[in-house]
T-cell receptor, first 109, second 112 residues
Framework: DAKTTQPNSMESNEEEPVHLPCNHS???????IHWYRQLPSQGPEYVIH???SNVNNRMASLAIAEDRKSSTLILHRATLRDAAVYYC??????????FGKGTLLTVNP | NAGVTQTPKFRVLKTGQSMTLLCAQD?????MYWYRQDPGMGLRLIHY???????AKGEVPDGYNVSRLKKQNFLLGLESAAPSQTSVYFC???????????FGEGSWLTVV
């Protein structure tokens, strides 16, 4: 299984962009990168996923390095509701998701 | 929309007691999963199922059993609860070939 490295915590101010990095140097060439987030006392929720090219949706953007060894989740304008733990997860067989400790994002008003 | 529903949401057990957590999904998903999350930790996969009648071990299966008799339900059993099984349990489901899985709200289990 591919391993990931994320900062333990990051801090941002409200309405500013946030770039959450993830290293996944052992990922295979066909595994998607998934990002989930977990708000306090809730189950994780899907944010975005991608394979090779950059991806955008209503929640965030995902920038994937050309060598696929790293990716960055971009929140264009952080809000207080974006305060959560963000998990970067390479896809496994049978669509198993292996969660690390993630990055705790704090958003200051 | 119900999505993924877990019951019960809260339970206190005595050491040695048994119990079953029920996960139900109404999205006709093939894949279902049980995770546990300890304080300050990420989620760890206990067991999963890729279809009705099938189950497989995840990262931390010891002390747990599962069954998937119906496609919409995935049961997690603790035959003899131990304090080390105090945790928050999350169920999830996903459609085969899709790239998103959906989580329930969690079941808080305390074993004393």
């Amino acid at each position: 299984d591919a391993k990931t490295t994320q900062p333990n915590s990051m801090e941002s101010n409200e309405e500013e962009p946030v770039h959450l990095p993830c290293n996944h140097s052992t990922i295979s060439g066909t595994d998607y990168i998934h990002w989930y987030r977990q708000l306090p006392s809730q189950g994780p929720e899907y944010v975005i996923h991608g394979l090779t090219s950059n991806v955008n949706n209503r929640m965030a953007s995902l920038a994937i390095a050309e060598d696929r060894k790293s990716s960055t989740l971009i929140l264009h304008r952080a809000t207080l509701r974006d305060a959560a733990v963000y998990y970067c997860i390479p896809e496994d067989s049978n669509y198993k998701l292996t969660f690390g400790k993630g990055t705790l994002l704090t958003v200051n008003p | 929309n119900a999505g993924v529903t877990q019951t019960p949401k809260f339970r206190v057990l005595k050491t040695g007691q048994s119990m079953t957590l029920l996960c139900a999904q109404d999205m006709n998903h093939e894949y279902m999963y049980w995770y546990r999350q300890d304080p300050g930790m990420g989620l760890r996969l206990i067991h999963y199922s890729v279809g009705e009648g099938t189950t497989a071990k995840g990262e931390v299966p010891d002390g747990y059993n599962v069954s998937r008799l119906k496609k919409q339900n995935f049961l997690l059993g603790l035959e003899s609860a131990a304090p080390s099984q105090t945790s928050v349990y999350f169920c999830a489901s996903g459609r085969q070939g899709a790239n998103t899985i959906y989580f329930g709200e969690g079941s808080w289990l305390t074993v004393v």
